[in-house]
């Protein structure tokens, strides 16, 4: 049973910055994108980075260069390195397998954490 389990969200002031990361059960990094999505209040959920396998990565344009997507093969997580925090970064942060590099399933999606970005 694949989970996936965020921590290090929190409030911070804009300008500031908070490191997300999401413990993963299963090895599952090398037949799964993974990615982080969005969802601030009263919105749809966003796409908001993904890494394929330790390698590639991708960035929505109001991140890039602020945030940071990384792997660690040791302890199987996934973190979004989050800097210079904005107000409009302010929701729900969620990590997810939600694309198969293969042919198997990846559809696995974390509770969420709570980002807050005050002025």
């Known amino acids: 049973q694949v989970q996936l389990v965020e921590s290090g969200g929190g409030s911070v002031q804009a300008g500031g910055s908070l490191k997300l990361s999401c413990a993963v059960s299963?090895?599952?990094?090398?037949?799964?994108?993974m990615a982080w999505y969005h969802q601030a209040p009263g919105r749809e959920r966003t796409l908001v980075s993904t890494i394929i396998n330790f390698g590639a990565t991708w960035y929505a344009d109001p991140v890039k260069g602020r945030f940071t997507i990384s792997q660690d093969r040791v302890k199987n997580t996934v973190l979004l390195r989050m800097n210079s925090l904005k107000t409009e970064d302010t929701g729900v942060y969620y990590c997810?397998?939600?694309?198969?590099?293969?042919?198997?399933?990846?559809?696995?999606w974390g509770q969420g954490t709570q980002v807050t970005v005050s002025s």
């Open positions: 997810a397998a939600d694309r198969s590099l293969d042919w198997s399933t990846c559809d696995y």
């Open positions: 299963g090895y599952i990094f090398s037949r799964c994108r």
